[in-house]
């Protein structure tokens, strides 16, 4: 699949339909079954967290996200595991032959995206997954998510990203994700979408469209955050959960365990109205409780203690270290960045170059941009902080290693998915340079 290209030309729905078809997709199971997430930070992060308490509840639950971190099987997983590669192989032909016939008779370009959707929607047939978790693309009116025609869906946050795709406003890229859910639905809204409700209201009116937003209608309350772990109160129409544990670090998170929470409540009143609600709160107590998600604040190394994290949005990231000061306070550390070419370098440094007073700029193998010039943005940011330029990911490790010890340092290493994987996978003795992205 990845001889495909990233995108497909124009807009997909039409022969993303016809595609569908070919492979016999049930699409009226697939929308009954189906719950969308959509947003700029922390979708993924929203879809774990409601895949895990559809499959506390006791349903055999698929889960679709992107992108994967060291090995494109964990894009697809059933009740928690990556789809194995004998069935992975199997159904990669029968993708292909059918996005050759489409292709053939539409005259289009199919992408990567679009046949990695349809290998979720036939892997997830074949299981007869009972519930299924789709995490967006880029978007929402014209991601191939829209094809599942879900009724139940989330945008976890709106940020300025995509913008040639989605428009230069917060307003048009919050329309453009809350477009994934069919009309007659239910979309919930994380916090940052609060002050778009006015818009998001009269966007969504005509479509008869329900819009429930986290601390409005999704209650959070009681919240505590430590690096011991952290939990939250929850209320939502007559459910009242108390001091519910979150695996998840990060004050963000729990605004995402409520967006999944939520989503899987409505899913059920409307898919199975019928179900005992006293299973409710233990598949949610369960399932938030289980959730894992790699990359997101996540400890690889306790001596010295090292945490990664993915977010790759500048509000994304400033989340992160917000949440790293609060859980493990802002002193004594060392900050590994490395920002991808076509990210906004300004951004991301402004947001972490202030914070720290030992800086190790590098380059990804995958998409790195130049250390130097970021280097020379950081002094200009900081010019306070020591600065030290490591010119492969490799060399950042050994760097940053070697300080932490000598100085009694911890290690955070941010600024872009690539920088903290391959700093992960050099972290664990592999090889970076051979992961495989997309």
């Known amino acids: ?9 124009g807009i997909c729905l039409a022969r993303m339909a016809e595609l569908l078809d070919a492979l016999a997709i049930d699409r009226a199971r697939l929308q009954e079954r189906s719950v969308a997430i959509a947003g700029s930070n922390g ?21 679709f996200t992107s992108p994967h971190l060291f090995c494109f099987n964990e894009r697809f997983q059933i009740d928690g595991v990556p789809i194995a590669d004998k069935p992975l192989r199997e159904l990669t032909p029968r993708i292909k032959t059918a996005i050759d016939t489409v292709s053939r008779k539409r005259g289009e370009q199919f992408g990567a995206f679009e046949a990695m959707f349809a290998l979720a ?20 009116r ?3 998510v829209r094809l599942l025609g879900s009724r139940i869906t989330a945008v976890a946050s709106v940020d300025y990203e995509h913008v040639e795709l989605l428009g230069r ?22 916090e940052n979408c609060r002050h778009l409700r006015p818009h998001i209201i009269e966007y969504n009116r005509n479509r008869d469209v329900e819009s429930l937003f986290v601390r409005d209608e999704v209650g959070i309350g009681n919240e505590s955050i430590a690096a011991a772990g952290q939990s939250f109160d929850f ?3 007559d459910h009242r959960f108390h001091v519910l544990d979150v695996t998840l670090r990060g004050g963000f998170q729990l605004n995402n365990a409520a967006i999944a929470t939520a989503l899987f409540l409505r899913w059920l009143e409307r898919s199975r109205p019928g179900d005992a609600a006293s299973r409710n709160e233990a598949a949610v107590r369960t399932g938030l409780g289980e959730t894992r998600w790699p990359g997101r604040l996540e400890t690889i190394a306790q001596a010295p203690l090292t945490i990664i ?23 004594d550390w060392i900050l590994v960045i490395g920002v991808s070419f076509d990210k906004k370098a300004d951004e991301i440094a402004g947001a972490l170059a202030p914070a720290f007073d030992i800086i190790v700029c590098t380059t990804a193998h995958h998409k790195g941009g130049d250390a130097a010039a970021l280097a020379s943005t950081m002094r200009k940011l900081n010019p306070n902080a020591r600065i030290e330029i490591a010119a492969t990911i490799e060399q950042a490790f050994g760097a940053s290693e070697a300080l932490a010890k000598s100085l009694n340092r911890r ?23 051979k992961l495989v992205f997309f």
């Open 309 to 331: 994290d993915v977010g790759h949005t500048p509000d994304g990231i400033r989340q992160s270290l917000a949440a790293l000061k609060h859980i493990y306070g802002d002193r």
């Open 142 to 144: 014209y991601d191939p």
């Open 411 to 433: 290690i955070y290493v941010a600024g872009g998915l690539f920088t903290a994987i391959e700093f992960a996978a050099v972290a664990r003795g592999l090889d970076a340079k």
């Open 235 to 237: 209320t939502f129409r």
């Open 169 to 190: 406003s917060l307003e048009l890229i919050v329309s453009d994700k809350s477009d994934a859910c069919a009309s007659g639905g239910t979309i919930v809204y994380g």
């Open 121 to 140: 929607c036939l892997y997830f047939q074949q299981a007869d997954c009972e519930f299924m978790v789709f995490e967006a693309g880029i978007g929402g």
């Open 1 to 9: 699949m990845f001889d495909l290209p990233k995108y497909g030309e």
């Open 43 to 63: 979708k993924g992060s929203t879809a774990a967290f409601c895949a895990s308490i559809g499959r506390a509840y006791g349903l055999r639950t698929g889960l």
